[in-house]
């Protein structure tokens, strides 16, 4: 369980980036936050995983309360929480399984990791991640030497070998094409269905939330303005969250 209590993220320059937000996301959901950029989703994503401080309100992941939480705390929290970034985020200089088992390094002492001493069990682990996104053959592969859509699931399969209860991904297709885009988001879709991971996804496309969102949370201003299923996201609730009609442009589908 993912719960928001009334919780507010201030910046320094005051610019607000929640604003007395509550939400419960129950465990295995699939959430798809839809918005305007600077409508908070990113804070949202961000504010779970305690890399932005919440100013007032409590937040808690399975039953660990992020808000407030000494430096420690915030290590074992996250340890829990795999992270997928729109840039990958990947060291491109070495191979895709060194990117993959990186994901573990909350359970790895530093001097293997900075050795790239990994044991047979790492490997294993790493593997199987690379298993679960269809890539497994790029393993020995640089990074640096594959295209956009396959570094992007390098970095869900990072995500994957920490063994997450959470997955949060900030805009994980906002640079790829609409067919890697599909893609990329099928893939989030069967690791929370076969693994009952917990996944918290923003985007900007509302037709990709309807079509994969078990819920869709919509957010202008800090504010939560709507939160429903895929079938209730109409064009009425559109202009509620974007503030204007549906256009043309507002889709990213196959066939775009």
Known sequence: MIELKDVTVRYPNGVIGLDGVDLQIPDGQFVVVVGLSGAGKSTLIRTINGLVPVTSGTLTVDDMEVSGASKRELRAIRSKIGMIFQSFNLVKRTSVMNNVIMGQLHDIPWWRSLLGLWSKEEKERGFQSLERVGIVEKAWTRASELSGGQQQR????????????????????????????????????????DLGITTVVNLHFLDLARAF?????????????????????????????????LTADDTLTESA
Do not use: C, H, W
């Not at 906002?174 to 893939?187: F, I, N």
């Not at 939160?227 to 109409?234: K, L, P, Q, W, Y």
């Open 213 to 245: 969102g078990d819920r869709v949370i919509g957010m202008r201003d800090g504010k939560v303005v709507f939160d429903g299923t895929g079938a209730e996201a109409d064009d009425a609730v559109f202009e509620r969250i974007y503030g204007r009609s």
């Open 154 to 193: 390098v970095a869900i399969a990072r995500a994957l070998a920490q063994d997450p209860t959470v997955m949060l991904a900030d805009e994980p297709v906002a640079s790829l094409d609409p067919p890697t885009a599909q893609m990329v988001m099928k893939d989030l879709q069967r690791i929370n269905r």
